[in-house]
């Protein structure tokens, strides 16, 4: 798999599963652009990537704001040109409420992330992608959207969301040689549960300890391979969807969750 020269933009890569694909694209020739809310973090990525030697730029973007999303897009295309891949990545976990426990401005604030956030980054990437007639979006789901554990109730609302919009673009653009998958992680240890704290705030509780994968014990009486799976894993099953190798493969759901689903 070889990106030569190719602009992908992955948001939230920033940290944990963004930040390895963003290297992974890059390692492979991409020109990274890496999004994310938290700008430090994001400019940590593209200096890792420069570092070695590879393409990579930093843009600030709340994913939830399309004049956000758009003004990271067009800089991107502006500096480094076409865009033939974007990732969907950026993602916070809701706290683990179900829904008599979760009051509505939390409820909307990541599905506005987990979900919205999808659609504009794909409507965005799309006004490029369309006239060209080619691109690939690959879009960050979960285990949490096709099962009803791994998640609160809006986080698995979110996850089912973007594995129903990933089917619904790849049947409309198809035709017009965009594909459209997902990729499904299982449990990979990431800041995840301590940044979705900091960014929704105080009314979500402590998530260090909640959660279906929290322990060794329980990792190994709920994935058959016995163990969490790493960043790495679930960037190469990114990159195979990104790359010309996957170009009649679109609306997929890609679980990499070690047999997790499979039980
Ligand atoms: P992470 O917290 O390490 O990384 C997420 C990044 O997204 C952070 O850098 C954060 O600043 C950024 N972000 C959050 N909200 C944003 C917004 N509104 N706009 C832009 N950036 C934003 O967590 P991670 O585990 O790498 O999560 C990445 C994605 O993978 C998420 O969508 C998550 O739901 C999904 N996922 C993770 C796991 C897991 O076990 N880690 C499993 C399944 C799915």
Same mark, same amino acid.
């Given at each position: 798999?070889?990106?030569?020269? *190719?602009? /992908? $933009?992955?948001?939230?890569?920033?940290? #944990?599963? @963004? !930040?390895?694909?963003?290297? =992974?694209?890059? +390692?492979?020739?991409?020109?990274?652009?890496?999004?994310?809310?938290?700008?430090?973090?994001?400019?940590?990525?593209?200096?890792?990537?420069?570092?070695?030697?590879?393409?990579?730029?930093?843009?600030?973007?709340?994913?939830?704001?399309?004049?956000?999303?758009?003004?990271?897009?067009?800089?991107?295309?502006?500096?480094?040109?076409?865009?033939?891949?974007?990732?969907?990545?950026?993602?916070?976990?809701?706290?683990?409420?179900?829904?008599?426990?979760?009051?509505?401005?939390?409820?909307?604030?990541?599905?506005?992330?987990?979900?919205?956030?999808?659609?504009?980054?794909? *409507?965005? /990437? $799309?006004?490029?992608?369309?006239?060209? #007639?080619? @691109? !690939?979006?690959?879009?960050? =789901?979960?285990? +949490?959207?096709?099962?009803?554990?791994?998640?609160?109730?809006?986080?698995?609302?979110?996850?089912?969301?973007?594995?129903?919009?990933?089917?619904?673009?790849?049947?409309?653009?198809?035709?017009?040689?965009?594909?459209?998958?997902?990729?499904?992680?299982?449990?990979?240890?990431?800041?995840?549960?301590?940044?979705?704290?900091?960014?929704?705030?105080?009314?979500?509780?402590?998530?260090?300890?909640?959660?279906?994968?929290?322990?060794?014990?329980?990792?190994?009486?709920?994935?058959?391979?016995?163990?969490?799976?790493?960043?790495?894993?679930?960037?190469?099953?990114?990159?195979?969807? /990104?790359?010309?190798?996957?170009?009649?493969?679109?609306?997929?759901?890609?679980?990499?969750?070690?047999?997790?689903?499979?039980?």
């Amino acid at each position: 798999m070889t990106f030569k020269d *190719k602009l /992908a $933009l992955v948001t939230g890569a920033g940290s #944990g599963l @963004g !930040r390895a694909i963003a290297e =992974a694209l890059a +390692a492979r020739g991409a020109v990274v652009g890496a999004i994310d809310v938290d700008e430090a973090a994001a400019r940590d990525t593209a200096q890792l990537i420069v570092e070695r030697g590879e393409r990579a730029s930093a843009y600030r973007a709340d994913m939830s704001k399309s004049s956000e999303v758009d003004a990271a897009v067009s800089a991107a295309v502006r500096e480094h040109g076409a865009l033939e891949i974007m990732v969907n990545n950026a993602g916070v976990l809701d706290g683990y409420f179900s829904v008599d426990e979760m009051d509505e401005s939390l409820w909307r604030r990541v599905i506005d992330i987990d979900l919205t956030g999808v659609f504009l980054g794909s *409507k965005r /990437a $799309l006004a490029e992608m369309l006239p060209r #007639g080619r @691109g !690939r979006i690959v879009n960050m =789901a979960s285990v +949490a959207g096709l099962n009803g554990t791994g998640g609160g109730a809006a986080y698995i609302a979110a996850k089912h969301g973007v594995v129903g919009l990933t089917r619904q673009m790849a049947v409309a653009y198809a035709s017009r040689g965009i594909t459209v998958n997902c990729v499904c992680p299982g449990a990979i240890p990431t800041g995840l549960r301590q940044h979705s704290q900091q960014i929704l705030g105080p009314g979500v509780p402590d998530m260090s300890g909640r959660g279906v994968a929290v322990n060794d014990e329980q990792v190994r009486s709920l994935i058959p391979a016995g163990k969490r799976g790493t960043v790495e894993d679930v960037a190469s099953a990114v990159c195979y969807l /990104a790359s010309d190798e996957a170009g009649y493969v679109t609306g997929h759901s890609l679980v990499v969750d070690g047999g997790w689903r499979a039980r």
